[in-house]
C-alpha cells in the first residue's frame, strides 16, 4: 500500500483526533517517536523480528518445540494479517504496531462478549499515553461520543518483560519423550534463580525503563518452552486491564470527578485542559471485578475451544494474570519512590491493612448493590439513588488517597476472587499450573525485596547528581 493512501480515523473521530493531539505534544521532544506510514522498510523490520522468533534453536535440555505449539513459521504466517490490520484505518498517526496489535486483538474479544451482554454496548475508543503511572485513564465526552481511554505506552511490554522474568524464576526440565516438568519450589529458587546476576540485572532493567518512563526492553527472547506459559499470563494481564476500563463504561460509572491528565514528559506538568474521570474505591474495586470476571469468561471459552486434546490447558495459570499485574504495579510503584526519594517506602501497619481492606470490600459491596448482583446484571440507575448503598462506610485510615485503593488491597481483592473460582476438583496438571502462577507471583516479590535495599543506598549515593541510570 502506497504510504500516502493510508487513511487515520484521527481525521474525522473527535476522540482520536484529541488522543492525536496528545500523543504529538507527548513525543515532542522525542526524535524517535513512533509515526506509522506503511513503509516497506517498517514492514521489513516486522517480518525480520518474526522470523527471528521462528529461528529460535530448539532448546538445550532437548525439549520438543512441538510442546509449545510453537510449530516452525507460525509466527512469520501471521505477517499477512499483521500487514492488514496495519493498512487499514489507523486510529492516530503515532500509535506504535505493537500496541495497536494487541489493543485490537483484546478490544475485539471484549466488544463480542459485551455486546452479547447488552446490545446497547459501544465500545471505548482506546490508544496508548505515556501517562507516567503504570495505569489506564478514562477521558470522558459529552454524550453520544464514546470514552477515550488511554494506556500507558510502557504497560504492555512492561507486563511481558515481567511474566519472562517470572518464569525464569522456575525450573523447567524434560521429562521423557514430549513432556517436561517444572520445579517451582522455595528450596530450586533460593539455590539458583534468586541469585541469578543475569535475572537480578534484567529484573533491574525493567524497573528502571519504567520509572524512568521509558519503553521497557525486553533484554531476552522468551525460550519456546516459556512461550504458551508467558502468552497465557501475559494476555490474561491485557484483557484485565482494558476489561476494567470498560467494566467502568459498561457500569455507568460517572466518575467522582475530575482531575487534570498528567503525561511523563520532562516538565512534569498536567495539561489542565484535558481532565480524565476520577474514581471511587467503589467505582475501582466494582471495575476490578468485571475485568477479572472478563479474564475468567475468556479464558474458559478458550479452553473449550482448544484445538485437540493434546493441547496444554494453561487456564489455571492464565487466572494468576491479574494477581501477578497488581503485583508488578506495586513493584513498580515502590521503585518509583526509591527513585524519588532515596528511601524505602513506608509499610502499611496491621492495623490499616485490616482498615483499608474493610473499606475495600464495603465499597464493593454496595457497588454490587447499585450494578447488579455480582456485577452480571445492567445497571438500572446512578448508585447515589440506591437505597442499598451504606449511609456511613467504615473512614480511610489518615493520608489514604480516597480516589485510589493502593495495589496490594486490590491485588487482595482479586485473589479472594480467584481462590473463590478455583474448581473444588482439579487435575494434578490444573493444580500444577495453579501452584507455578503463585510462585512466579511470590518469586518476583521476594526478588525485589532482596535488591531494594541496596538500590536505596545506590540512590543515597546518587542524590543531587540527577543520574541517567538508577538501576546499573
Known sequence: MDPAKLKFLSDTDPAYSLLEI??????????????????????????????????????????????????DGAFSSSLATIKATLGEQLPTRY????SLWILNNVVQKLDARLRARSPEWRSPRIGTLPLGTLNAKAIPFPEPEPYLVVVHS?????????????????????????????????????????????LLMRFSMALEDIVNNRRVRGHARPDRL?????????????????????????????????????????????????????????QESAADVFGYMMVSDLIQEEAAHANSSDDIDLSQFGMLGPILFFEISEISEEAAYIYEHADLPSEPSANE????????????????????????????????????????????????????????????????????????????????????????????????????????????????????????
Open 154 to 198: 510502557a504497560l504492555f511490554s512492561f507486563c511481558h518483560e515481567m511474566a519472562k522474568i517470572g518464569l525464569k524464576t522456575v525450573t523447567f526440565a524434560q521429562a521423557g519423550d514430549d513432556q517436561f516438568s517444572i520445579d517451582f519450589s522455595e528450596k530450586t529458587f533460593n539455590e539458583g534463580p534468586r541469585h541469578d546476576p543475569q
Open 353 to 472: 491493612r485490616t482498615t483499608v481492606l474493610k473499606v475495600l470490600n464495603e465499597a464493593l459491596a454496595d457497588e454490587v448493590n447499585a450494578v447488579g448482583t455480582a456485577l452480571k446484571e445492567p445497571k438500572n440507575g446512578p448508585a447515589e439513588e440506591n437505597q442499598n448503598v451504606r449511609q456511613h462506610p467504615s473512614p480511610l485510615p489518615p493520608g489514604m488517597d480516597a480516589s485510589h485503593p493502593p495495589y496490594w488491597a486490590r491485588g487482595a481483592l482479586v485473589r479472594a476472587q480467584w481462590e473463590m473460582a478455583l474448581p473444588k476438583k482439579m487435575t494434578a496438571e490444573d493444580r500444577a499450573f495453579a501452584l507455578l502462577g503463585v510462585a512466579v507471583v511470590k518469586n518476583l516479590r521476594t526478588m525485589w525485596d532482596d535488591i531494594k535495599p541496596a538500590l536505596v543506598s545506590i540512590r543515597k549515593q546518587q542524590a543531587g547528581q540527577q543520574p541517567k541510570s538508577l538501576f546499573r
Open 22 to 71: 496528545l500523543q504529538k505534544e507527548a513525543y515532542a521532544d522525542d526524535p524517535h517517536a513512533f509515526r506509522w506510514t506503511n513503509d516497506p522498510a517498517e514492514l521489513a523490520k516486522i517480518a525480520a523480528l518474526l522470523r527471528t522468533l521462528d529461528e529460535r534453536p530448539v532448546l538445550s535440555n532437548g525439549v520438543s518445540p512441538a510442546l509449545t505449539g510453537s510449530a
Open 95 to 98: 500509535e506504535d504496531a505493537s
Open 226 to 282: 516459556h512461550d504458551l506459559a508467558v502468552g497465557s499470563i501475559v494476555n490474561a494481564m491485557e484483557v484485565f486491564i482494558i476489561g476494567h476500563e470498560f467494566g467502568h463504561v459498561y457500569l455507568k460509572h460517572g466518575g467522582n470527578g475530575s482531575e487534570p491528565l498528567r503525561l511523563a514528559k520532562s516538565n512534569g506538568d498536567a495539561n489542565q485542559e484535558i481532565q480524565v474521570a476520577r474514581r471511587s474505591w467503589a
